[in-house]
């Protein structure tokens, strides 16, 4: 046997020893296998906590188990080491320290996540999001928010009810499959400290479904309690009911891009955005103060709906290559963009930026690198030439210059 059998066959008995001992835990995130070995001074039964909050995404014994994770360094109290088979990198690892047990659970919840959506990015697409999903049809609805503004609480509630799908990260394959990520619960805590990982078995949430699919995609907008509020028959005020409505496309693509983990990465991130949103019958927001209240106001939601016709269109991005003269002007490189009525939805890198007014129509323009002037001329050939018009498009194309829309050849 050479020495890099010997090597293996070691560490897979090691790593067996370990699993054995509870010394080790292993995990399915969307699909990547990790593994996950403590600290000396994570006790018996801080380790049992975790195996009970993650049990859902526990590792089904995959034939192919990541690497060995290291023996965690301790140069703080509490310490982790995390190993996962990386399609990317042929093997990942990582290490965790952390003053506090708590602190070190919250920074391995975020580690897996972060390393699971790289390991997805460009394959799956991914909503910051939780979700959850019909018990009897599979069907998902994703509530879309940022970070602190509702998602675990409004998972919590709903997920009495509907299969817990996630309160992180709904995954979507090209075939409108769902990936589940029934990760613990980020609860929190006093301000200040680390939010406490509670499994879903720890609430009562309801299992996943067998084949989850993406149903809905709605928006949370969580208000105060008292704004709104409505006087009861009783003389007192009460939080004013939720509030469902659609959102116009355009304005549901400024609010999902920044909240969709990777979307850059997707081939055509913005079409194939509007493709899937044109699929669930376009996006919802919906205005509520009371978690409470979100069972009842989104179960029309889960019902199958007709596909929306399609209100975009493909734009061009193409530029010329070469350098731009001086002072010339010329579109950046762009990895997608959708015109949307009269606007026109621009992804430069990460970032989406909206066009309107004359702003289509410079894009439009400068596929080829052109003259200020040239340029002011062909706009009053499309928009017409009030007073100031020439100014007005100066000032258009420095606004776009300095969004990184457009860029200007040096001088």
Same mark, same amino acid.
């Given at each position: ?10 560490d897979?008995?090691?790593?067996e020893?370990?699993?054995g ?14 593994a ?5 001074s ?10 009970k909050?993650w049990?859902?995404c526990?590792?089904?014994? !995959?034939?192919? *188990?990541?690497? =060995? ?5 301790? $140069? &703080?109290p509490?310490? #982790?080491? @995390?190993?996962?088979l ?25 580690r897996?996540?972060v390393a699971?959506?790289?390991?997805? !990015?460009g394959? *799956?697409?991914? =909503? ?5 999903? $019909? &018990?009897?049809?599979? #069907?998902? @609805?994703?509530?879309v928010?940022k ?11 709903l ?10 990260t709904?995954?979507?394959g090209p ?7 029934p ?10 400290t ?25 928006l ?7 704004q709104?509020a409505?006087?009861?028959?009783d ?9 469902l ?18 979307q ?39 019902r199958?709906?007709?596909r ?8 061009g991005?193409e530029?010329?290559?070469?350098s731009i003269p ?7 490189a762009?990895?997608d ?6 606007d026109?939805?621009v ?13 289509p ?7 080829s690198?052109?003259?200020l002037?040239?340029?002011a ?7 017409g ?15 776009l ?10 001088e």
């Open positions: 046997m050479s020495g890099g059998n010997i090597q293996m066959a070691w897979s008995r090691h790593f020893e370990l699993l001992a509870g010394n080790l835990l292993c995990l399915d995130v969307l699909g990547t296998q990790f996950v070995r403590w600290g000396r994570v006790t018996e039964e801080q380790q049992h906590s975790m195996r909050a049990a859902r526990a590792s089904g014994g !995959a034939p192919s *188990l990541p690497p =060995l994770p290291k023996e965690p360094p301790e $140069s &703080l509490f310490s #982790a080491s @995390v190993s996962y990386s399609m990317t990198y042929g093997g990942g690892t990582f290490a965790l320290q952390a003053a506090s047990f708590e602190e070190l659970a919250e920074n391995l919840t975020s897996l996540t699971a959506i790289l390991e997805n !990015a394959e *799956l697409m991914m =909503l910051h999001a939780c979700g959850v999903a $019909s &018990l009897e049809t599979g #069907a998902v @609805v994703a509530l928010a970070s602190g503004t509702g998602k675990t609480t409004a998972a919590s509630v997920a009495g009810k509907y299969g817990y799908i996630s309160d992180e709904i995954a979507i075939d409108a499959s769902v990936v589940p990520y990760k613990p619960l980020s609860v929190k805590q006093e301000p200040g680390p939010k406490r990982q509670v499994g879903p078995d720890e609430l009562g949430l309801q299992p996943a479904p067998a084949k989850p699919y993406i149903q809905s995609i709605v949370l907008d969580r208000v105060d309690a008292d709104g409505e006087l009861g028959p003389g007192q005020y009460r939080p004013a009911a939720p509030v409505r659609q959102l116009p496309l355009a304005d549901a693509l400024l609010a999902l891009v920044p909240d969709s983990s990777s850059a990465e997707i081939d055509e991130p913005l079409q194939s955005l509007c493709r899937l949103i044109d699929s669930v019958g376009g996006v919802w927001q919906v205005t509520y103060s009371e978690a409470a209240d979100l069972p009842q106001a989104l179960e029309p939601l889960f199958k709906r007709r929306s016709k399609p209100e975009w269109a493909a734009a991005i530029a010329e290559p070469g001086g002072g010339w002007i010329r579109r950046a762009a990895k963009a959708v015109s949307v009525g009269d026109l939805l992804m430069l890198d990460t970032e989406i930026v909206r066009l309107s007014g004359i702003g129509a410079i894009w439009e323009a400068t596929a690198a052109v003259p002037e040239h340029l001329n062909e706009m009053g050939s499309v928009h030439r009030p007073e100031g018009y020439r100014a007005a498009v100066a000032a258009a194309v420095g606004q210059i300095a969004k990184s829309v457009l860029e200007q050849g040096g």
